[in-house]
């Protein structure tokens, strides 16, 4: 590891712990002078929050800052996570898949809500750190959560909407391809599983996001579309809890939606061009096709999509012709 000016980062990473004066002295050591951010101090914070099981609750604020100002700040173009940089993040805080600590996990959610743009695949990662630990119950997210293999939790509930409220920053920014195959992930494979109700809330209303914005509508800013309901009753059948899922959750967002003029359909597409082009991330295409793909995968509708399925159809907005076979079969 290299020093910080006096202060040497592997004599920390020898103790095993952080304290409050190692933070101290390695923030006024950082951001003195000139303030530039290498990539090899970058790394180097990375390993020594990986080895040092133990931190002062300050460390967490620096790590932060010290990540994002050089991902974010001094990497170019300024503002803007490119493909590149995300791979090499997320490159730097996981091992076979997994970021190995819950500062790892918070640092991404940090860097998608600062930045003005980030590829897709970063959130993605992020989400795919919520699935993880859905699938075995184990894992950094377990620290300090009551968290059981096969179901989605409420602390999990919470993680998810945070990733996705940081992604969406405060734009009107449609729910991503990306997104939604993690959220179809978890809901597959936890469709038999007695969840946190604010799950069914969660993945209802961000399916519908992505239809809407596939079918051309103007969504609008996630916190609105997303925003959590407080209708947490038990339901008996299918029937009821399609009930209680149009009545508690997707109708009160549902006026937030409205359709866009050609202009500004186009203009849009332009600007999601133009980021594309600032990230190097490609664009993705035929989104309605992989819906119908993804929801008919196993052969199966279950209950959330079944909710949603029939908000839609009850609603008869205008949504994609290739969406209109899925709303006829629902029951």
């Known amino acids: ?105 918070e640092l991404l959610v940090q860097v998608l809500d600062k930045s003005r743009w980030s590829p897709t695949s970063l959130v993605k990662f992020a989400l795919a750190q919520v699935k993880l630990a859905v699938v075995d119950g184990e894992g950094p997210l377990r620290d300090g959560m009551e968290l059981v293999k096969g179901v989605v939790s409420e602390a999990e509930v919470y993680l998810l909407r945070r990733i996705l409220y940081a992604f969406g920053g405060d734009e009107n920014m449609g729910i991503t391809r990306q997104e939604a195959e993690v959220l179809f992930d978890i809901n597959e494979m936890t469709s038999e599983a007695e969840n946190d109700p604010d799950w069914s809330d969660l993945f209802s209303k961000a399916i519908a996001n992505y239809v809407m914005c596939t079918s051309g509508y103007r969504v609008p800013p996630r916190e609105e579309a997303l925003k959590r309901e407080t209708w947490r009753e038990e339901h008996e059948s299918s029937s009821g809890f399609i009930s209680k899922m149009v009545s508690g959750g997707l109708k009160s ?70 969406l209109q076979p899925l709303l006829t079969d629902v029951a």
């Open 1 to 105: 590891m290299s020093e910080i000016g006096s202060v040497s980062l592997d004599a920390i990473g020898l103790s095993g712990v952080i304290t409050a004066a190692d933070v101290s002295a390695l923030r006024e050591q950082t951001f003195s002078g000139d303030g530039v951010i290498t990539k090899e101090l970058a790394e180097d914070i990375i390993d020594l929050d990986t080895q040092n099981t133990v931190q002062d609750s300050s460390w967490q604020d620096f790590y932060n800052d010290v990540l994002c100002e050089f991902i974010i700040e001094q990497s170019e173009p300024r503002g803007y996570i490119t493909v590149e940089n995300a791979d090499w993040l997320m490159s730097c805080l996981e091992h076979d898949g997994r970021v190995q600590t819950n500062r790892g996990i």
């Open 253 to 322: 967002v549902w006026n937030a939606y409205s359709e866009q003029s050609l202009e500004e359909s186009m203009l849009a597409r332009l600007e999601r061009e133009k980021i594309n082009i600032i990230t190097a991330e490609a664009i993705d295409e035929d989104e309605a096709d992989w819906l119908i793909d993804r929801i008919m995968r196993d052969g199966e509708t279950g209950e959330n999509e079944k909710a949603l399925l029939a908000f839609i159809r009850a609603e008869s907005p205008k949504i994609h012709p290739s």
